[in-house]
């Protein structure tokens, strides 16, 4: 665990996967064609808390979708790429708006679609309902399953490495 800490202590930038990491990854559609998706809300508070810190958010999905457009904005999260099949080039795109080296990166993925970017970050974090190869390649797996707290768990383990997590839970004992 002290390797997966060293990792940690270097991130300012944690990037999620949308569809199986802030969601279950099933897709919902209504009878209009309207997509829906649940998003847990212990995951947004650990967002919050992680950006609180001074670590920076960002999405990049494969997907386009109003209600992640909605949620990230709710979340305050600067970086939304949505639409990316190929996600490596808005990885680098991110890196150069965000001034950051691949190393200060960390990734929250779930299928082999996440592989790419995985492959090159400091952090590689797959959810613990993750694809068998995406696990193979993660630095770390989370406890909980993609929309189930997996993301809480990678922010307050990246908090805790930094130590910056009792901060803020103090925040809001002291309320």
């Known amino acids: 665990m002290d390797a997966i800490y060293q990792?940690?202590?270097?991130?300012?930038?944690?990037?999620?996967d949308v569809d199986g990491v802030l969601t279950d990854g099933r897709l919902y559609f209504g009878a209009e064609g309207d997509e829906y998706k649940t998003f847990h809300v212990r995951d947004g508070l650990g967002m919050k808390m992680l950006q609180a810190s001074g670590v920076a958010i960002g999405v990049i999905t494969?997907?386009?979708?109003?209600?992640?457009?909605?949620?990230m904005e709710a979340l305050g999260v600067e970086y939304v790429y949505?639409?990316?099949?190929?996600?490596?080039p808005a990885f680098e795109n991110l890196l150069e708006?965000?001034?950051l080296e691949a190393a200060q990166v960390a990734y929250v993925g779930d299928d082999i679609i996440d592989l790419p970017i995985m492959r090159r970050v400091g952090?590689?974090?797959?959810?613990?309902?993750?694809?068998?190869?995406?696990k193979q390649y993660s630095h770390w797996q989370t406890s909980r399953n993609g929309g189930c707290g997996a993301a809480r768990d990678a922010c307050e383990l990246i908090m805790?490495?930094?130590?910056?997590?009792?901060?803020?839970?103090?925040?809001?004992?002291?309320?």
């Open 82 to 88: 949505q639409g990316q099949e190929n996600k490596v």
């Open 97 to 99: 708006k965000a001034q």
């Open 7 to 16: 990792r940690a202590t270097k991130i300012r930038l944690v990037i999620f």
């Open 62 to 71: 494969a997907r386009r979708s109003k209600a992640v457009a909605l949620r």
């Open 123 to 134: 952090l590689a974090i797959a959810v613990a309902d993750a694809h068998e190869h995406v």
């Open 160 to 175: 805790k490495a930094q130590g910056t997590l009792d901060a803020q839970f103090q925040k809001y004992i002291n309320a």
